[in-house]
């Protein structure tokens, strides 16, 4: 297989609502439109095909990859010749519900399934209350899949929170993280791009966290401002909160630049500290 110098990559901001099968057109539509713009990887958002919250989570969840929306994802990647990642959507196992994402090959197949590892339990006062528990189980596995040389591994919203596990998929040998994720009104303009950034600057790799838009009528608004990270931390492009799908070059030299001019990963004393992958027994 050739090896990649650059990619494009489009990151698809949309708008979410009530009606799953409006949600799932509209999906086509802007991967339709990334496709038309020669987009080899197009990211969808966090719960794109339903809204946010955990009195929805049951009403809209799918098996997978049975369901409608893991079909018309299939056919839609394999038609448009791209690879395809699918946000989140939740995700019906037996009497379990989890947050998933889904990573389609251009062929139409089912490349790797990511169930969110760290579930969003918070408590602001006067700013957000919110617990995913309530009502989901956490994914108990890190996910990675391959675009010829380029190695990339996903997590979903509050799993950007836990520097531990971007630097275990540093240690794999990931050259990229994809975060679909829907931080609110309060973590949003606080965290959201700093974190994205940090961790972009802590494992050297690009790094892109992809929002739905922003919904002001919805019970949990979404901050949006999708962007995309290069290695050196430096923001390549970013959304505002509206609908919008942003498309980036990548430049995949950088990453050997940055790691060449900065070797922090072979500096580290692990003969003091370490990071380490405590593999499931699930």
Not at 23 to 50: G, H, M, Y
Not at 140 to 153: E, P, W
């Amino acid at each position: 297989m050739e090896k990649l110098k650059t990619l494009r990559v489009a990151l698809v901001q949309m708008a979410v609502g009530e009606d799953l099968r409006e949600n799932l057109q509209r999906a086509i539509k802007l991967i339709r439109d990334a496709t038309a713009n020669n987009s080899s990887l197009i990211v969808l958002p966090e719960c794109f095909n339903s809204p946010y919250g955990t009195k929805h989570f049951p009403k809209y969840a799918e098996p997978i990859p049975n369901g409608e929306t893991s079909k018309t994802l299939s056919e839609e990647a394999k038609a448009n010749k791209v690879f395809l990642v699918a946000g989140s959507i939740p995700e019906r196992e037996g009497n379990k519900f989890y947050n998933t994402t889904t990573v389609w090959s251009p062929s139409g197949e089912l490349l790797a399934k990511h169930r969110k590892i760290h579930l969003f339990d918070i408590d602001i006062p006067g700013g957000v209350r919110f617990k995913e528990s309530d009502c989901l189980s956490a994914g108990k596995d890190l996910t990675t899949f391959n675009i010829s040389n380029l190695k990339i591994g996903v997590g979903i919203c509050y799993d950007l929170r836990f520097s531990e596990l971007s630097k275990i998929y540093r240690k794999q040998g990931v050259d990229m993280l994809l975060y679909p994720g829907a931080f609110n009104m309060t973590t949003g303009p606080l965290h959201w791009e700093l974190l994205l950034r940090a961790r972009a600057v802590d494992e050297q790799v690009f790094v892109a966290g992809v929002s739905p838009a922003r919904d002001t009528t919805a019970d949990y608004v979404a901050w949006g401002h999708s962007m995309v990270v290069d290695p050196w931390g430096k923001i390549l492009q970013q959304a505002d909160s509206q609908e919008e799908t942003v498309i980036v070059d990548l430049d995949l030299a950088e990453i050997d630049n940055v790691r060449k001019q900065i070797p922090v990963y072979y500096q580290r004393r692990e003969d003091l500290y370490d990071t380490i992958e405590v593999k499931s027994k699930m």
